[in-house]
């Protein structure tokens, strides 16, 4: 079992920037593919962001390609997700995704509130 720990969201103007932090538990998490997804109420979860130690890629969904960018630090177990030029519709609950072990780990989630 991992346990994954979201912090960072907050309210932003439109512009600005933020960084999510993700701690993930366990001592092999250099191995871990680690993501970010976000979910608006009524809609479904979409990903956002990925780092995949497992295949040796990083991937981003179009509509934040350029503003977002995932980097981690093995040595504090944490997972960052750096957001920069925010818009309106960035605006959900960002949960992190932890792949390990042959399974699917998710925080609580932290809200990002974006203002016009």
């Known amino acids: 079992q991992v346990q994954v720990v979201e912090s960072g969201g907050g309210l932003v103007p439109t512009g600005g920037s933020l960084r999510l932090s993700c701690t993930a538990s366990?001592?092999?998490?250099?191995?871990?593919?680690m993501g970010w997804y976000r979910q608006v109420p009524g809609k479904e979860r979409e990903f956002v962001a990925a780092?995949?130690?497992?295949?040796?890629?990083?991937d981003y969904a179009d509509s934040v390609k350029g503003r977002f960018t995932i980097f981690r630090d093995n040595a504090k177990n944490t997972a960052y997700l750096q957001m920069t030029s925010l818009k309106v519709e960035d605006t959900a609950i960002y949960y992190c995704?932890?792949?390990?072990?042959?399974?699917?780990?998710w925080g609580q989630g932290t809200q990002v509130t974006v203002s016009s």
């Open positions: 995704n932890a792949r390990a072990f042959g399974g699917d780990f």
């Open positions: 366990g001592r092999t998490f250099s191995s871990y593919d």
């Open positions: 780092n995949m130690r497992s295949v040796g890629r990083t």
